[in-house]
Nanobody, 121 residues
Framework: QVQLLESGGGLVQAGGSLRVSCEAP????????MGWSRQAPGKQRELVAR???????EYADSVKGRFTISRDNAKNTVYLQMNSLKPEDTAVYLC???????????????WGQGTQVTVSS
């Protein structure tokens, strides 16, 4: 069973900042594209940002210039730094690992349980 452990969610006022973290097993983390998605009540899950094992990043238009995804390969952890937060950023934020190998684990996308981010106006 693969566990992705998210932390760092919480309540913040509009305009504030928050950082969420996600730790994955080393074997998976080192070769996976890591991502952050979010899901708000009544809405479809949305990919927010992702970062390849080589460090290339991609962002949703709605967060470009405000959010930064990064990874610390020594800690097997991916971060999402969220600045200039808006009430519409309120959602459960979920970490994912897109594992391309079959070494010890099945190839596929693994998900964390999610961490709540609430932005008050």
């Amino acid at each position: 069973q693969v566990q992705l452990l998210e932390s760092g969610g919480g309540l913040v006022q509009a305009g504030g900042s928050l950082r969420v973290s996600c730790e994955a097993p080393g074997i998976i983390f080192s070769v996976s594209t890591m991502g952050w998605s979010r899901q708000a009540p009544g809405k479809q899950r949305e990919l927010v940002a992702r970062i390849t094992s080589a460090g290339s990043t991609e962002y949703a238009d709605s967060v470009k210039g405000r959010f930064t995804i990064s990874r610390d390969n020594a800690k097997n952890t991916v971060y999402l730094q969220m600045n200039s937060l808006k009430p519409e950023d309120t959602a459960v934020y979920l970490c994912s690992a897109d594992y391309p190998s079959t070494f010890l684990y099945q190839r596929g996308v693994y998900w964390g349980q999610g961490t709540q981010v609430t932005v008050s106006s």
